[in-house]
DNA sequence: TTTAAATTAGACCAATTGGTTTATTTTTAA
DNA sequence: TTAAAAATAAACCAATTGGTCTAATTTAAA
């Protein structure tokens, strides 16, 4: 394996130009002009564009999982406070990327999660494992009576971050966080014990 | 004026195609096609592709609008009721629709908002128009005592109806309405006065 | 050291993209 | 009735699409 070409970055190169522009209007020249590589190595590396953007999604889903686990274990402030910071950094985030691009499984959900079955599959396993993360931190924030109860923790935590694909719709019409903030102080009210 | 083809007929092709399939990935040939038009005539009615894709957002807007004011104006319930219904109407229109488009405005928002300024203006105008109608109904709801009166009418409707909109990415990638109606329960019992 | 497999390389392919052009027909106004 | 304008029609365009093919090169195994 790994002659010289790196399937990673690769798949790094697609996260970036597909989570910015879509799936449909990004080609496989693109990728590979970006990335550097002729398309009989892309086509080496992966079956077809579909194939290439599922990986993508993986790689991606992966990778913030990691990140997502590291900020949740070295959090010093309290569950609910943790995730209110989580999503504060997000939004922080999306301001210094200019609100370009928002989130990748969102997007591809959106644009493709009825088209391609293989696609949803991915996008829907990568956001559950992410789900399951959140909803720990929900379920101790919940012990801790600092959540509600009145609906479990999965559900909160879906009620979160699918409320947080919400907000992007607006940050990229409008260009702006204003109502992500609006977004985060309302839904934490709103959970708390 | 009003020769041989509607233009208004256009724009229902355009909306169903473009709603369902995404902007990229609908081509003009598709169209012509769907609406059988020659090129020509397309071209004598539109400037452009995004033009098009323009008038296809102002045309769904517009309809819609008018659709709400009557829903609205011929509930025979109470506001908070009224749009706890609209949007379970909505919710089920998409599972009439077995889950496979979405809301053209969202779509289109989330796809092409950061790539062509001109849509991005259009989508969110339309989208504002409807935040207006929807906010009336908030207003009613909090001088009635149904609903809170931490947030304004505005941040209230633009809640609903953002986090109405984060609930498409699980529709499309888990083909159900399951956390459409979670999201409906919990939203409304947080709003309540 | 030889051989087979994997990888790299990019020319090539048919189909499609958004858009233009030219010609014809239809409508409107003078 | 005629001339100008508007609309219809489709052939045509260069550029791009996702993908295939063949050849050369590199690596790993025998």
Redesign the interface.
Known sequence: MGYKYNKEEILEVGYQVIR???Y??VGINQILKEAGIPKGSFYNFFESKEDFAKQVIQYYGEGNRKWLKGIFKDSKETPINTLKSFYKLLIDYNEEDN????CL???M???T???YDSL??E??EQ?DQWLDLIADVVGKGQELGEITK??SAK?IA??LH?????????M????SRK?MD??LH?TF??IKA
């Open positions: 910015k522009n879509g449909h209007h609100f370009c691009s928002g499984i969102n997007n959900g959106n644009e999660g009825r088209l949803a599959e996008t829907k956001f009145r609906y559900e879906n009620y699918s409320g947080f694909y919400g907000t992007f719709f607006k990229k019409v409008d260009r109502d609006t977004w309302m009210e709103f």
